[in-house]
């Protein structure tokens, strides 16, 4: 919920990419600042979250990982709902990768339009002598659909902060420019929040004429 | 002390779930076991002619409705969940495995005599575990037609003043010496954790108090881990970030509440549950009007249903926020003068949390009934069935388990179980979150437990974790787990579904919606590596693949085009003859191949609809257009074809001409070439 009245936000990131891209070694390594190469334990990293504060906004960010695996491509809809940002992950290394990170991007664009923010992370920079994605082709793509594109490594904890704080402050601006251009519906037009004014709702269900009366007077 | 006698409660009941809405579950634990004596003894044994007003008992999940309903919709678990320990003095009413009673035992709490924590558990930490000869038959239905006796239909006013009456056995806290007592009573008695764990939802609930938000996310987090500080049990997470978590969990306020003994927060919400009683004030009876409404309301969609209620709950929290209602402003500010320097009173929260009791508790039944009603008429229930059936056959690899973790098993899944089975008693979908998110905890909990080979994933993330949750529904085999799911969804306030809960929540419906197409995948999978079948752009919706002969050469283009589910084939002949320069599009015509036969289809068919119901029976679907005059014979099938090049006109969707040209090289023919990828085919992609 992006409320922009007291400098507070709520946002809420997902990120998307194939399988085996790194998405959650990416998220890992930002909140929590490390990175599992030696296989030590499994952690948590389906949802994290993470507080920041650029130039004295508060933001609360809610990362949330989708599993990548083909087999569950249809499920995008249900996890992108409302989000404010995506991250888009591909490994250097996977030209395939990247065709899917294009297919997403296409998908966000018609379900979203331009009620999200879009950063495309080039995974795994550590590999790079077995790039099969050109930096030139990547940028060019990036900026033709607008979105921010960022080098990444997590193994050596690269590009992952400037990443997550450019997409925070793209969420912000847009916020903000939401509540200015919209200033009737107030903090926010998500249709995941019910907006309820003062008093009972009207209902359509049959009988309301006897649950109205009450509640507004 | 109290701190130590709480200490004592909590490692006993370690494999519970740490209750911090205590007071729903009383108001759970009142009515079902009301109902379950009831149950027991159906006295008002009349038939009732029409199915869809029979009154379920209010302890009744939607499980026990589909069960009852219709009895071949049932599911056992897949290992059966043996009952331990001391057996009731009913016990004769179970002894016959193919008495009713026994066949719903696994869904319903109405008819069975249910200990308030799961008997297995606590007698497996006895040592005392005796087993029943229990047939090992996973799949087998109940015998039809001796669902449990319905219980006599209560009319609305009835059913509101006997859950008026039943809140009221929820004794008021008083603060001072009788609330010490009322305290321990309730630690030595409580069958899950203290009352006082209710703090940890209203202290965390703080936390981010500047937010305006009616329920704080945080009142969700995972519980479990204040019972695993407690307990001193497998640690949740790694070390580290254990150490990190934990601090925040176990919250010194917490005990520091407990020796207090003063509830302000339990004052505030038992008065406004006493309001809601009283008719004279505009809260009680715009509250009772509602219900009544609601309840007579011939509106049949439990959605609608579901976002009324919310509405509704949202509306008249901002009522009760703005107007106060008799003392209720008097009462804050009186608990408010008390609180301590490091307490405050979430006045949204305690609304919230009074309004499930209020309003959910007296319309959960009837808003299951429309969810029942509705799922078994659009066949859900019948489909989610028939796959978990399907799935069980299948190894936790095709399920999309990866390889090198291995999906729970036994004591896990009992415990898995254990919290499904709660989250489907509670009606508070607050509740019935957290028990969800105690579920995922487990699952968690487990795979941390997991010793690991060097293959296995570092991290657990969502494409390790959602496999195994799916793996879990398959194993426990709850078909009213999209019920559950979608009450959740229209009834919970919209601030928590940006949080952890909302995200576990999709994770459950993304997990629901997998498994309902699981066959459908499965096979279309499996059909395809059959025929060497790889899968390629034509296959995705919104585009078509086109063979068109070219005469002179002899040879068939083929062409994959943009094509939208509501073209008929009369639009797709003319976007062809447009794109390709036909100059005399009136002899040509779109038809499709079956075995080398040609079909003509009609103008205003829709090759997409027809493509996608041969695809769902796993039939190849060829189209071709081509001259109508022309006599063509087909090759017999196009799996033979040993180069296949599509052309790709990506030009609908974007505006953005773009060609795209896939080399499809069959796998056989070039087993050993160097262009082959880990797919078996090599390609090129122009841009």
């Known amino acids: 919920m992006a409320g922009g009245g007291n400098r507070n936000f709520n946002f809420k990131a997902v990120l998307l990419g194939e399988g085996c891209v790194g998405k959650t070694s990416l998220v890992l390594r930002y909140v929590e600042n490390k990175f599992n190469d030696k296989h030590l334990t499994t952690l948590q990293a389906s949802f994290l979250t993470k507080k920041l504060n650029i130039g004295g906004k508060r933001v609360n960010l809610s990362i949330w990982d989708t599993a990548g695996q083909e087999r569950f491509h249809a499920l995008g809809p249900i996890y992108y709902r409302d989000s404010n940002g995506a991250i888009l992950v591909y490994d250097i290394t996977d030209e395939d990768s990247f065709q899917k990170v294009k297919s997403w991007v296409k998908e966000l664009k018609k379900m979203l339009g331009n009620d999200i923010c879009l950063c495309i992370a080039g995974n795994k920079i550590d590999l790079e002598k077995d790039r099969h994605v050109t930096v030139a082709e990547a940028e060019a793509y990036a900026a033709s659909v607008g979105a921010k594109h960022f080098h990444t490594s997590a193994k050596l904890s690269k590009g992952i902060e400037e990443m997550f704080l450019e997409l925070a402050k793209n969420m912000i601006e847009k916020a903000d420019s939401d509540t200015a251009t919209r200033p009737g519906t107030g903090k926010n037009n998500r249709k995941s929040v019910v907006v309820v004014d003062d008093s009972t709702p009207s209902r359509q269900a049959g009988g309301g004429g006897c649950c109205g009366g009450g509640g507004s007077s | 002390m109290k701190i130590d006698l709480w200490r004592q409660e909590t490692l006993k009941n370690s494999t519970t779930n740490p209750d911090p809405l205590h007071f729903l579950a009383a108001f759970d634990e009142n009515h079902n076991q009301a109902n379950a004596t009831l149950n027991k003894f159906p006295v008002y044994s009349k038939t009732v002619s029409d199915e869809h007003k029979v009154m379920y008992s209010e302890g009744s999940t939607a499980e026990d409705m589909i069960t009852s309903r219709n009895p071949e919709l049932t599911l056992r678990p897949m290992q059966p969940?043996?009952?331990?320990?001391?057996?009731?003095?009913?016990d004769n009413l179970n002894s016959n495995t193919n008495s009713p009673y026994v066949c719903s035992s696994m869904q319903s709490n109405g008819t069975l005599f249910h200990m308030p924590w799961e008997h297995g558990i606590a007698a497996k930490i006895m040592h005392i575990s005796k087993q029943i000869d229990s047939p090992h038959n996973p799949v087998t239905s109940p015998p039809p037609c001796q669902a449990p006796p319905p219980l006599p239909a209560i009319d609305p006013h009835d059913r509101i003043r006997a859950w008026q009456v039943s809140s009221q056995k929820y004794a008021p806290c008083v603060p001072g010496n009788d609330d010490c007592e009322s305290v321990e009573k309730r630690l030595s008695l409580a069958s899950d954790l203290s009352a006082e764990n209710l703090a940890i939802g209203i202290d965390h609930a703080q936390k981010s108090q500047s937010d305006k938000t009616i329920v704080n996310e945080k009142s969700t987090s995972h519980s479990e881990t204040v019972t695993e500080k407690n307990s001193d049990s497998i640690p949740l997470f790694a070390t580290d970030l254990h150490e990190k978590i934990v601090p925040a969990l176990a919250n010194p306020r917490l005990l520091h509440q407990l020796s207090r003994n003063r509830h302000p927060d339990r004052t505030v919400r038992e008065y406004i549950i006493g309001l809601s009683k009283n008719r004279d004030t505009t809260f009680g009876s715009t509250i009772y009007n509602f219900i009544q409404c609601t309840l007579e309301s011939h509106d049949t969609n439990p959605h609608n249903i579901t976002r009324n209620v919310?509405?509704?709950?949202?509306?008249?929290?901002?009522?009760?926020?703005?107007?106060?209602?008799?003392?209720?402003?008097?009462?804050?500010?009186?608990?408010?003068?008390q609180l301590g320097k490091d307490e405050i009173l979430n006045i949204d929260a305690i609304i919230e949390g009074a309004l499930h009791v209020c309003v959910i508790q007296p319309l959960k039944q009837h808003i299951y009934n429309l969810f029942v009603n509705e799922y078994t008429r659009n066949?859900?229930?019948?489909?989610?069935?028939?796959?978990?059936?399907?799935?069980?056959?299948?190894?936790?690899?095709?399920?999309?388990?990866?390889?090198?973790v291995a999906p729970p098993d036994g004591s896990t899944l009992d415990q898995v179980k254990h919290y499904f089975t709660k989250m489907q008693k509670s009606y508070s979908p607050l509740k019935k979150l957290e028990h969800l998110l105690s579920a995922t905890s487990t699952i968690y909990k487990y795979v941390a437990q997991q010793p690991h080979s060097s293959c296995s994933p570092p991290v657990f993330g969502a494409d390790d974790f959602l496999p195994v949750l799916i793996y879990v529904l398959i194993q426990c085999g709850i078909v009213s787990v999209e019920i559950e799911a979608d009450y959740m969804w229209g009834l919970l306030h919209p601030s928590l579904l940006n949080g952890e809960g909302g995200y576990y929540l999709t994770s459950l419906s993304s997990a629901v919606l997998v498994l309902k197409n699981f066959k459908e995948m499965q096979e279309s999978n499996a059909a395809q590596t059959q025929l060497g079948k790889l899968p390629s752009i034509s296959d995705m919706q919104g585009f078509l693949k086109i063979a068109i002969p070219d005469e002179q050469r002899d040879t068939i283009m083929w062409r994959t085009l943009p094509v939208r589910p509501s073209m008929t084939t009369r639009d797709v002949c003319s976007l062809i003859a447009h794109k390709f320069k036909f100059t005399n599009p009136q002899d040509y015509g779109l038809y499709t191949l079956d075995n080398g036969e040609e079909h003509k289809l009609m103008d205003m068919e829709c090759p997409q609809s027809l493509k996608a119901k041969r695809l769902a029976h796993n039939k190849e679907c060829i189209f071709a257009y081509k001259r109508n005059a022309a006599n063509i014979a087909w090759p017999k099938s196009n799996k033979r074809a040993l180069k296949v090049i599509e052309d790709v006109h990506l030009c609908g969707f974007d505006g953005a001409m773009r060609k795209m040209v896939l080399f499809h090289v069959w796998p056989a023919q070039l087993q050993n070439s160097q262009h082959i990828d880990s797919l078996g085919w090599s390609y090129a992609v122009y841009l």
């Open chain 2, 81 to 90: 969940f043996q009952i331990y320990g001391p057996h009731s003095e009913y």
């Open chain 2, 379 to 404: 066949g859900s229930i019948r489909l989610l069935l028939a796959n978990i059936k399907y799935a069980r056959t299948k190894t936790s690899e095709e399920i999309g388990i990866q390889k090198g």
């Open chain 2, 310 to 337: 919310r509405q509704f709950m949202t509306g008249i929290k901002n009522y009760l926020v703005k107007h106060g209602e008799g003392e209720l402003e008097d009462l804050i500010e009186r608990e408010r003068n």
